[in-house]
């Protein structure tokens, strides 16, 4: 494996010293190492873990001790669980509240987009209709229209037919993911072989049938991915919940936050950046659970189709 | 980088707001009652019914129990739908809309002309409103008034005070200051002594601008129905601008933006020395900044010349009832029971600031020996500037959209050479044509 390389050098250019230095090919097994490769990803990951570092050091903290002590290591006093105790029960424990709220969101919401992209790029991968060109220029013109440019005429939409600052305002535009369905869609089309699908017609299997013994058990990292992508949008959607919710018993966690911090921005407010801060690195931890549960049908999904069966 | 995202957000969206709720005034049809007597009113607490309240000031949600315990049939539910800017989208939304609105909307008085002239608010005279006057301290009721008609009953004030960190003052041998004049020489001595030290924070916020023009004598907004007059050229202005210009020339302000986490920051460690605002500001201290409990003091504000006793109001809101309110008479019955009835004691024992006279001269509230300012008996001073407020400054129709461009004009002169009189002209031209494309006759 360690043979030096011996190429013989086509001409004296710059690179002609480097040629010379023996290197041991690169391999799966052993790649290659490259320092500023090196350096310049553990950059990166000190700037993606730097914030939620954050998170979690001045959580710790009580409101005299977050503005007193350096941001990025503890305070004398260890307040965590003080901290979290009063998230849970402040405002009448309003907190839990929103938690149970952003879960129903995610679950109905994102579940459901998820099913309903499911079955719609399934359908649009297996079957030929009439105007399947049409609904491909659909799609993919939905997957170009911001979620944003949207809201205003989904709110008076939703306003009209009285949905508006109930649940179902923010649960049904979560339905619809053209992204999701796109991805399903291009994902069955590779994943389901026709072959499959014909034995099992002539095995006597309805197409329901052989969706849901056949075809779906194969499309499950597709499905996965599909949910996980739905799953954090709808999480940390922010702006659907805020044009659409008044009440804020029906808030999600993102609202609910921001109402908390807001108050600090109020002429005779109660300032709760303690709870803020408590309360958002709550509200990350299902979904760090939620990705660490999830990643192995998602890094299976990944490597589908790289190899020849 | 004056401009943070949520400012800009909130920009747009008062935008938006005051565009939908001047130009497309839905709700058309059967508004209820105009007006109502006492035993009209009775009747209806008699019968009962169910009002719902937006408000995000804390001490109403113990009011409401008890007014309700007062008349069991009523059922009141108080919603918190956002603060400040963010229930006003919500409300001129739900105005826009003709439904989803509330029957009783808390709205700060610098925002009530925007739904009084779009009539989105009743005129509550027809409740007999109009009798209260003798109530309320001038400032406040002069805010809800206007046209003719009472748009609303007040609820809070804030008479404004100079809130100081006395450590920090005495450590460095300075003054309280007792005019703007002593106050520009207190910054230069507080920066010569510690260059970290600013005397307060500044870049460009409309709420502190406006209050001390008012302060000085400068009435640069007129208005008369829709027509409006603005003029920053009196000489009140130029008493604001010739101290503050020296001020901003000589970076006595810190460029803090005021109400972020920053801001409570420089306060919990000393780099922002004191602050000019409303009497609601211990609520705010207390909480933000506890570490400062015993350290801050309350003066009064600072006097544009050796003598006067010139007082002006920054924040403060009142309860009004939207024109679309399916219950004006329980709204009205709840809005007097917490602005004049005993809802007044109940939410000034929760930490609210009265805006009525009897409680402002009482001797148990003035007598009060605040602990967060070491037990100084700090409500004796915002009462005495609740009394000396002038009561004939007035607001814009639109302010909610004027305050949230004046960082992105006026804030100019702190970060550039534009002199501050020069950035309010700015401020005063893109406000004036805003003021002609929404309809108004500007002059």
Redesign the interface.
């Known amino acids: 494996m360690s043979t030096p390389v011996t190429t013989a050098p086509r001409s004296k250019g710059p690179g002609y010293a480097r040629l010379r230095t023996p290197r041991r090919p690169s391999t799966v097994t052993r790649p290659r190492r490259s320092v500023l490769l090196t350096v310049l990803t553990g950059l990166i990951l000190v700037y993606s873990l730097l914030p939620l570092g954050w998170l979690l050091i001045n959580a710790t903290k009580?409101?005299?001790g977050l503005?007193?002590s350096f941001g990025l290591w503890f305070a004398e006093d260890f307040a965590l669980w003080d901290n979290i105790v009063a998230t849970f029960t402040y405002d009448g424990g309003v907190f839990a509240r929103w938690l149970a709220n952003t879960l129903l969101y995610v679950v109905v919401g994102a579940g459901g987009a998820t099913f309903l992209a499911v079955l719609g790029g399934y359908a649009l991968a297996i079957f030929d209709f009439p105007g399947k060109r049409a609904v491909f220029a659909v799609v993919i013109g939905a997957v170009a229209v911001p979620g944003t440019a949207l809201a205003v005429p989904t709110?008076?939409m939703f306003?009209r037919m009285?949905l508006?600052?109930t649940p179902w305002a923010v649960i049904i535009p979560s339905l619809i993911t053209p992204f999701g369905l796109y991805l399903m869609w291009v994902f069955a089309a590779q994943a389901i072989p026709r072959e499959l699908l014909e034995s099992a017609r002539i095995d006597g299997a309805g197409e329901i049938r052989s969706f849901f013994r056949i075809s779906l058990p194969l499309l499950v990292p597709g499905t996965v991915t599909v949910l996980l992508f739905s799953m954090v949008a709808t999480w940390n959607n922010y702006f659907l919940p805020l044009i659409m919710i008044?009440?804020?018993d029906w808030f999600p966690l993102t609202l609910g936050l921001n109402?908390w911090n807001?108050?600090?921005?109020?002429?005779?407010?109660?300032?709760?950046?303690h709870l803020v801060i408590t309360g958002s690195l709550i509200t990350i931890l299902p979904l760090i659970a939620a990705f660490l549960l999830l990643q192995r049908y998602w890094q299976s999904g990944l490597a589908a189709g790289s190899v020849k069966e | 980088m004056n401009t943070s995202p949520r400012r800009l957000a909130r920009g747009i969206g008062t935008a938006l707001v005051v565009v939908l709720g001047l130009t497309a005034c839905g709700s058309g049809g059967d508004d209820g009652p105009t007006s109502a007597s006492a035993a009209e009113i009775q009747a209806a607490l008699d019968e009962g019914g169910s009002i719902t309240v937006?408000a995000?000031?804390?001490t109403l949600a113990q009011t409401a129990v008890d007014f309700q315990e007062l008349h069991p049939g009523v059922e009141v539910e108080i919603?918190?739908?956002?603060?400040?800017d963010?229930q006003y989208a919500?409300l001129q939304?739900a105005h826009s809309?003709g439904?989803?609105g509330p029957d009783v909307a808390q709205i700060?008085y610098f925002a009530l002309g925007q739904f009084s002239v779009s009539g989105a608010v009743s005129d509550l005279a027809g409740f007999g409103a109009g009798d209260l006057e003798d109530l309320f301290s001038p400032g406040p009721w002069n805010s809800v008034t206007g046209g003719g008609g009472v748009h609303a009953l007040p609820m809070?004030s804030?008479p404004m005070a100079l809130f100081y960190n006395q450590d920090l003052f005495e450590e460095h041998g300075v003054e309280v200051p007792t005019t703007w004049e002593e106050y520009l020489d207190a910054a230069r001595a507080l920066q010569a002594a510690d260059p970290d030290v600013y005397i307060t924070s500044d870049n460009g916020e409309a709420g502190l601008t406006t209050s001390l023009i008012w302060q000085a004598g400068g009435r640069p907004f007129t208005v008369d129905g829709t027509s409006v007059e603005i003029d920053f050229s009196d000489e009140g202005t130029a008493r604001y601008t010739e101290i503050w210009q020296q001020l901003i020339d000589e970076d006595l302000v810190s460029p803090i933006n005021s109400?972020?986490?920053e801001w409570?920051?420089g306060m919990?460690?000393g780099s922002i020395a004191s602050l000019a605002t409303?009497a609601?500001?211990p609520?705010?201290l207390s909480?933000?900044?506890?570490?400062g409990a015993g350290s801050w003091r309350v003066a009064p504000l600072p006097q544009w010349a050796a003598g006067e006793s010139a007082e002006a109001e920054n924040?403060?809101s009142g309860l009004a009832v939207p024109t679309a309110s399916g219950n004006k008479l329980l709204a009205y019955a709840f809005i007097d029971y917490v602005t004049t009835g005993e809802g007044v004691v109940t939410r000034l024992d929760a930490?609210?600031?009265p805006a009525t006279v009897a409680e402002l001269e009482s001797e148990e509230f003035l007598s009060a020996e605040l602990p967060y300012f070491g037990g100084q008996q700090a409500n004796q001073i915002f009462a005495d500037a609740a009394a000396g407020v002038a009561d004939d400054w007035s607001y814009l129709p639109y302010q909610a959209y004027a305050n949230s461009i004046f960082n992105d004009t006026v804030g100019q002169a702190y970060v550039s050479d534009l002199p501050l009189a020069d950035a309010l002209g700015r401020w005063e031209d893109s406000v004036s044509a805003y003021g002609v494309d929404q309809g108004f006759d500007v002059g």
């Open positions: 009580t409101p005299g503005f007193d709110f008076l306003s009285g508006t600052n008044r009440d804020p109402a807001a108050q600090a921005a109020t002429a005779g407010g109660e300032v709760v950046f | 937006w995000w000031e804390p919603v918190n739908v956002g603060t400040g963010d919500a939304n809309a439904n989803g700060e809070d804030g109400w972020t986490d409570y920051q919990a460690d409303g609601w500001m609520a705010n909480s933000g900044v506890p570490s924040g403060g930490g609210a600031f």
